[in-house]
């Protein structure tokens, strides 16, 4: 079945460590998204990739980087500049960009110890 | 600008009883409206669309929500909750003329008793 695999569905960090999220796809989908959620604030965007090798920052980009050097693949690594990353991490595909039905990963949780 | 904004951060019903979810919008376009329902740590998952057809649209799992221009709304409803129904529920609305992605509010959580 095709959607998006996210890993690992747990993660925990020492606070000054880069971690890796990793986001997957095998629907053939263009363009990925990750996005941050935390309690009663809904889901904020990080950053976004519409093509290989080309991605926008979003609303909250400081601290996290990606790289879209696949189609398929949207890895998100939090670095020891973001100062609050303690969330939950969702990444997500749509076949274009715009208006369309966005197909969520599982999730992604990061705890800094 | 264009914005989103759920009503109720909580909706507590009784297992039989409706639904009513509220969401008003904002945008200088024509949008598109979305409902997305999420269970505990999992993912979204779409319940409905609108994007300019018919004013009322049906989802899945017996969810329905109604475009309404003239109060800017669209309100997700359900004639009878089931204990299942209870999650996070999230209305977005997306403006690709205004260069924006997808807007989301900042969530309804529904609790459903017996």
């Known amino acids: 079945d095709g959607g998006i695999t996210q890993s690992p569905k747990y993660l925990f960090r020492k606070e000054g460590q880069n971690v890796t999220l990793s986001c997957e796809q095998n629907?053939?989908?263009?363009?990925m998204y990750w996005y941050r959620q935390d309690p009663g604030q809904g889901l904020r965007l990080i950053y976004y990739s519409q093509i290989v090798n080309d991605f926008q920052k979003g609303d909250i980009a400081e601290g996290y980087s990606v790289s879209r050097e696949k189609k398929e693949s949207f890895p998100l690594t939090v670095t020891s500049a973001q100062k609050n990353p303690t969330a939950f991490y969702l990444c997500?595909?749509?076949?274009?960009?715009?208006?369309?039905?966005?197909?969520f990963g599982a999730g992604s949780r990061l705890t800094v110890l | 600008a264009q914005s989103v904004t759920q009503l109720d951060s909580h909706v507590s019903v009784s297992e039989g009883t409706p639904v009513l979810l509220r969401c008003n919008y904002s945008s200088s376009y024509s949008p598109s409206l979305f409902w997305y329902v999420q269970h505990p740590n999992k993912g979204l998952q779409l319940l409905l669309k609108y994007t300019s057809a018919a004013t009322l649209v049906k989802g899945i799992n017996g969810f329905e929500a109604e475009f309404k221009k003239s109060e800017t709304s669209f309100h997700l409803t359900k004639p009878s909750a089931h204990m299942s129904d209870a999650a996070e529920y999230f209305c977005?609305?997306?403006?690709?003329?205004?260069?924006?992605?997808?807007?989301f509010g900042k969530g309804t959580t529904l609790s459903v008793s017996s």
């Open positions: 997500a595909s749509t076949q274009g960009a715009g208006a369309n039905v966005l197909t």
């Open positions: 629907l053939n989908h263009d363009a």
């Open positions: 977005v609305v997306s403006v690709p003329q205004a260069g924006t992605a997808l807007i």
